[in-house]
């Protein structure tokens, strides 16, 4: 029996062990938090993990817990829309709350036979397959996969793999609040103003998702507790909104880019944040992550040396993630660098976003999934 251990049980550590449990390997995963959870907000699921989901056996059952979109708009503060996109075919897209997503994919693991092991701290591993725990623990496997040990991986840092993260001078702050009040429609909306954008999500029956961003430069936009005079003045018509969020629990971080030179080195594969970290603009983190599992796992199902299948793997797939991290970048240097004075050309720009096919098919290139890197979902899980 094949044997893979996997450092981290987030979104990709927990599908990847799943996949390849049910194909008959034994697999561990080491997380080093206390539970299986994730950071409390929202979270798109769109097309391309929708599709994994579902091959996985899990996506029914979360749809009671979250919200299917029916279109996404751009809306600037004085209320007029500038965009706004049909969520269907193979841009549909369902919003959750990140624990009842994670909560998921951890009791599929479960059900496969998957050993998870939390307070299980990862610091390096070799590229013959040795694995070092914090603790000074040692394992050994046929695959140990760096799935979700974040942009600073320590599997991906204790490898020679040219690879590291940068930060980019962009704040986010996230919330999820227990109400429906302001989103009583199944669409998202995102609001512009200036250099700040707030969009506002269903995320479920009872919960609505909010993410804020700014230039790391506006010190008033990246303040907390929420600056609410200073973000009413900006927002006007999102003012009772403001009321809510600023007695609301949030996370505050920058966004960054991950730049690896490889994805995989003997028989270590990166995954994940850990390979492709990206600005969040295009809600694609948690979809990358599911494809480039569900294409690992394949490629090991139909190759007889590892190797072999992390290299094919990685020239096979990893151009969809490449592609969208370039576009998540610029899509983020667009909402935070454009020049006050061009400000008369920006409904135009967020225009062509939603209405221009051409620019859409690179820009979302990565909901297309794994179609694009010629693999059948079906015949994957055959």
């Excluded at 080195?265 to 850990?274: E, K, P």
């Amino acid at each position: 029996m094949k044997t893979a251990e996997i450092a981290g049980g987030g979104i990709g550590g927990l599908a990847i062990a799943t996949l390849l449990a049910r194909d008959g390997w034994s697999v561990r995963v080491h997380e080093r938090s206390a539970e299986i959870r994730e950071i409390g907000a929202g979270i798109y699921i769109k097309n391309n993990s929708i599709e994994v989901l579902e091959q996985l056996g899990v996506f029914d059952g979360l749809i009671p817990y979250g919200t299917q979109l029916d279109y996404a708009q751009i809306q600037f503060a004085d209320g007029s829309v500038k965009q706004r996109r049909a969520l269907t075919g193979l841009s549909r897209v369902h919003v959750f709350p990140r624990q009842v997503l994670i909560e998921a994919l951890r009791d599929a693991a479960l059900a496969a036979g998957v050993d998870v092991r939390t307070r299980s701290t990862v610091e390096s591993a070799t590229p013959d397959g040795g694995l070092k725990l914090t603790d000074g623990s040692h394992y050994r496997a046929d695959l140990i996969v760096a799935a979700d040990d974040g942009v600073s991986s320590a599997v991906r840092g204790s490898l020679p793999m040219r690879s590291g993260f940068r930060l980019l001078p962009t704040i986010i702050d996230r919330f999820l609040i227990e109400s429906r009040e302001f989103t009583r429609e199944p669409r998202t909306v995102e609001h512009w103003s200036g250099n700040r954008r707030i969009g506002v999500t269903p995320s479920g029956p009872q919960h609505t998702y909010v993410y804020m961003v700014a230039p790391q430069a506006d010190t008033a936009a990246c303040k907390l507790p929420l600056d609410v005079a200073d973000w009413s003045a900006r927002f006007p018509l999102l003012a009772p909104l403001f009321q809510v969020l600023a007695q609301a629990e949030s996370t505050q971080y920058n966004y960054g880019v991950v730049d690896c030179e490889k994805w995989s080195m003997g028989r270590v594969a990166i995954l994940g944040d850990a390979a492709h970290g990206l600005p969040p603009t295009l809600g694609q983190g948690a979809g990358l992550t599911l494809i480039n599992a569900y294409a690992l796992a394949h490629f090991l199902r139909h190759s007889n040396s590892i190797e072999s299948a992390l290299r094919e793997w990685e020239t096979r797939v990893r151009f969809i993630s490449d592609r969208t991290q370039s576009w998540s970048c610029r899509y983020d240097w667009f909402t935070r660098q454009w020049p006050t004075q061009l400000d008369f050309a920006r409904p135009l720009v967020a225009w062509s976003f939603g209405r221009l096919r051409f620019l859409n098919d690179r820009m979302r290139v990565a909901d297309r999934g794994l179609r694009l890197a010629g693999i059948s979902l079906d015949e994957a899980h055959a």
